[in-house]
């Protein structure tokens, strides 16, 4: 059952053929962060041997497109009035909004995918994972769509067991500082997208995987950026 778990979550989170039904997925979605897990581990491999722009590339790939596109939609609507956030999110066009936000986005994984350990790299994406199941187990849907139907059997349950890969975090206690910011920028995404949507959907979970990832990378280029310093001075 576990194997069955595992490989619906890699086939519907990323773009690893695994086979597995969507169903198996819905009703365990504890299991996202442990996805996140799976996928820092291998998107950080090549930063081993120093090809940093590997680790970029091997993100994209496997991610796929789908939370990118998710913040494109994002971004259309954080800049469109306010009578038109929710048109400007069901758009299938991307606007200069969205366009906008993936240069900014693209522009923080460049820089700071460079400047990070592999640790990092590996945390950053389970920080990302666990802000999806954040969103997923203490929102409500904005409308009938995949956020609502993901969202059906979320509970208490895979809150907890999702937080588990979270304690990889002592073994460098400085991704502490990444971990309570990316909650907190789980927490804004949601207060927005409740405010202007009425809740959330698809797009804003995989907006808020994407700038998640983003934000606790750049974090942590801060923080080794910060050690060079001091050792050169």
Not at 51 to 78: K, Q, R, S, T
């Amino acid at each position: 059952m576990a194997l069955e778990i595992l490989k619906s979550s890699l086939s519907f989170l990323t773009t690893i053929p695994a086979g597995g039904d969507i169903e198996n997925l819905r009703r365990n979605l504890w299991v996202i962060p442990f996805v996140g897990l799976f996928m820092g581990l291998l998107i950080s491999f090549p930063s081993f041997f120093g090809f940093w722009f590997l680790c970029l590339v091997l993100y994209v790939i496997i991610e796929g497109i789908n939370h990118i596109d998710g913040l494109a939609d994002f971004g259309d609507a954080l800049f469109a009035p306010k009578e038109k956030k929710i048109a400007a999110m069901k758009d299938v066009n991307v606007g200069a909004g969205g366009v906008t936000i993936l240069c900014l986005y693209f522009i923080t994984l460049y820089y700071s995918i460079q400047r990070v350990g592999p640790m990092d790299i590996v945390m950053s994406q389970i920080f990302a994972k666990f802000s999806m199941l954040l969103l997923l187990t203490t929102s409500k849907p904005a409308w009938d769509g995949l956020g609502a139907y993901m969202m059906q059997f979320a509970g208490k349950k895979d809150l907890v067991i999702g937080s588990i890969p979270l304690f990889l975090s002592f073994l460098k206690p400085f991704t502490l500082i990444p971990l309570a910011l990316s909650i907190a920028i789980t927490f804004l995404i949601r207060k927005y997208s409740e405010k202007n949507f009425g809740g959330i959907n698809g797009d804003v979970i995989g907006a808020c995987n994407c700038m998640t990832f983003a934000t606790t990378l750049l974090i942590c280029s801060l923080e080794t950026d910060i050690s060079l310093f001091v050792l050169i001075h």
